[in-house]
């Protein structure tokens, strides 16, 4: 069942992320060759590691922009290979080209694909955003140069993307423009404006500076920040993994004494216990012994008695010290009693 579902899942991302289904040599269709709902992925009825070629047959691709292409097993010989500096591999990855010179067609978001101007490391953008190319822009599929300073006309492109958020799917927008790097370009007016600074009204990402435009309608601090906390809350942390760690050692503590405290009292329970089957026996020794005084000068059972007795004693002592101790702390006239006891014994011998 979940192998059944897994495969259903792959085989449809398989479909969504790759292309067709159509091998080598299959005839298709450019005409059916689209960009996806949504992520604007480049589609054809050919499958991941053949482009349908203007004779209408599916054919190897004959270039790659990734370093890893979809679809080729891994250490294949028939990956294709990356475009020089100077090319590009177009998204149908059917050969690699010369880049296209200013006003030539390319593909969307392809600013790659666009010659750089000549003033190219004055105008590329360094700041990671993909905002330009080298200085070229590809704007509604026409090749630009991204040169409009502050208060010239502008070319603009909005592009929606479905997005996927917590609260499910949602349209995000983006818009690029011709504008040199720090201007935006105003939908409205059509014209390059300056970037705004954080704390200015802003109805969009890409007016802001940083990036980031807020839902208050201000200009906030870029979505990358990295959050800092104040020492208190260093502190707190600090404080609560110390205080756990005590509370812990300390609840084993307890727990692990009162255990001890009922083991202990069953012991001096069974301790008293045996004292007092010891007392009861002597008790009745020394009964049998008195109402019997012939044998007590018996020569055979005296001698006998005798050589028994100071074993038993010696044994007795040893064994009772170490609970006597013990003892003591707890309930001391038990113990005195057996001593008195063992002290009249003596005596009698
Ligand atoms: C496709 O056709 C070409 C020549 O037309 C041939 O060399 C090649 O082996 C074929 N490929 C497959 C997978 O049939
Ligand atoms: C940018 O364009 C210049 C001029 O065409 C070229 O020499 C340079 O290699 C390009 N840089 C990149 C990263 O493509
Ligand atoms: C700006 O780029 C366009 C091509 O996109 C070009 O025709 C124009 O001459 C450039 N303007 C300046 C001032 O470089």
Redesign the pocket.
Known sequence: MRLTFLTFILSASYQLTAAGTLGENETCSTGNSRLQTGTFQFWSECNSITYCSARGICEPKGCRKDDFPFGYPQGSDNIPPKCERGEFCPDEASNCQPILP??SACQLNRDDQCEA?P?FQELADISGRGLNFNGSVCLNNVC??A??TVGTRCIFENTPYIAYGVGGEFIDIVSRD?CRVGLYCDSATQVCIQNKLLGDACTADKECESWNCLSTGVCGVPAATPRHFGVWVYVLVALGIIGGMAGTLTGLYVTHRKQREIERAKRAQYWKEQNAFHQNLMQMRETARASIPSLNRGGDYSRDDDSQTPILHSAETQKSSGLRHYMANNDSSDFDDGLEMRGTKDNRF
């Open positions: 200013q006003g101007p003033n630009l140069w040169n409009a011709n």
